[in-house]
């Protein structure tokens, strides 16, 4: 297989070259920064409009609704919406409103249907959002159901993940916003053949940003987690890569350690390491020895002070992994045990307080280092999205 930017063995010998020395790849610059960009309503409406508003993020993966009439619904920084596999396999995004006098027409936070009946007056949709029926029609007057129908809001399915841009009035292109390297890495990866086999929600009292910017970080692992996490990864040594709107980053695993005297020589080293992909402007996906962990922050409709955090383990199929269904669920039952133990007790606190902190009237400002080179690429990208008209 051809390798998309810098060989895998070559960015491993660059972070074990850091970490011999003591050092880390780093950003050109460090970043002042100030705190209203995680408590001020107006920013927060900019970044709903033309950060999520602007350019595709991932909603889930496409396993997640297989079978045609398939749908969940979620609220979107801009929109309340329905997603569901169409007949024809495609998927569409429907804003979960009715059109009549503007009910939800879909409650339920998953499941399989026919169509979208309304709970109100029940008018009735197609899955396609295709207005399909008008109670006691006789008497409702001419209602020019042509534009009766449920809105949509571009969606497209790539490398396995469902994409949605929240403005109905944009379109979408999301090999275009990946760029060729990010898209080609995806591709690599070949998540289509993968599923979801479990999806955590936390609702949180932070910021998106503040949330996000935790898992781009390598730089706290040894601090705010030294009996889990640090047992592990090494803190602050990563091998970087830049790709504009996304970057990825590797860091290694203490299981390395022996090579960091003796010399490696050609030896195959990854599974030493772990890959972090940062998919902009909201998700990371991590590359683990035997599956996928996709992480996605979305801001709150209109409080900067709350976010939504959804994690997603991406695995083989119980076929192809090859193990009974019994050994199978209960390696992922594990795998988002420790995962999550990790997050409420040692992550989950420090940014609550972080976000509290940041909303006192006298919050300082802020900084970013050098060495916080995936944080800076976050908050360079957030910030070009934001200050475009
Ligand atoms: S609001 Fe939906 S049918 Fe009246
Ligand atoms: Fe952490």
New binding site residues.
């Given amino acids: 297989m051809t390798e998309v930017g810098i060989p895998t063995e070559e960015r491993i010998r660059r972070a074990l070259d850091h970490l011999r020395n003591d050092t880390t790849d780093e950003y050109e610059h460090l970043t002042w920064f100030e705190p209203n960009e995680f408590v001020d309503p107006a920013v927060a409406k900019l970044e709903r409009d033309r950060v999520f508003g602007r350019v595709p993020t991932i909603v889930a993966h496409g396993s997640e609704i297989p079978k045609p009439g398939d749908f969940f619904t979620l609220q979107m920084p801009r929109n309340n919406v329905i997603v569901v596999r169409q007949r024809d396999g495609s998927v569409k995004t429907l804003v979960n409103q ?1 059109r ?4 939800m027409v879909e409650k339920e936070e998953k499941g399989r249907c026919r169509l979208f009946s ?1 709970p ?4 009735s949709y197609d899955t396609d959002g295709t207005l399909r029926t008008i109670t006691r029609d006789n008497t409702f007057g001419d209602a020019d159901r042509d534009n009766r129908n449920l809105v949509q809001l571009p969606t497209e399915e790539r490398h396995g993940f469902i994409w949605v841009v929240d403005d109905a009035d944009a379109s979408i292109d999301v090999a275009d916003w990946l760029g060729p390297e990010m898209d080609a890495i995806l591709a690599s990866h070949d998540l289509g053949s993968k599923v979801t086999t479990r999806v955590n929600v936390f609702e949180e009292p932070v910021n998106w940003k503040l949330m996000q910017d935790a898992f781009l970080d390598g730089y706290h692992i040894q601090y705010a987690h030294p009996n889990t996490a640090a047992k592990h990864i090494h803190t602050n040594v990563m091998a970087f890569e830049d790709f504009g709107h996304h970057c990825r980053f590797m860091n290694l695993r203490k299981t390395i350690d022996r090579w960091i005297e003796e010399d490696p020589g050609d030896r195959d080293l990854v599974e030493h390491t772990t890959e972090t992909h940062f998919l902009g402007p909201n998700s990371t996906l991590l590359r683990q020895p035997d599956h996928y962990q996709l992480l996605t922050f979305r801001p709150h409709p209109t409080d900067p002070q709350q976010s939504r955090m959804e994690i997603r383990l991406i695995c083989p199929t119980v076929e192809d992994s090859g193990l009974t269904e019994e050994r199978y669920n209960r390696l992922w039952d594990k795998n988002v045990e420790i995962l999550i133990a990790v997050l409420h007790n040692e992550d989950f606190p420090i940014l609550r307080d972080s976000q509290r902190a940041m909303a006192s009237a006298n919050a300082g400002n802020m900084v970013l280092g050098r060495n916080e080179v995936a944080n800076q690429v976050f908050r360079r990208e957030v910030q070009k999205l934001v200050g475009q008209d």
């Fill in positions: 009715c009549h006098r503007g009910a309304c109100y007056h029940r008018w």
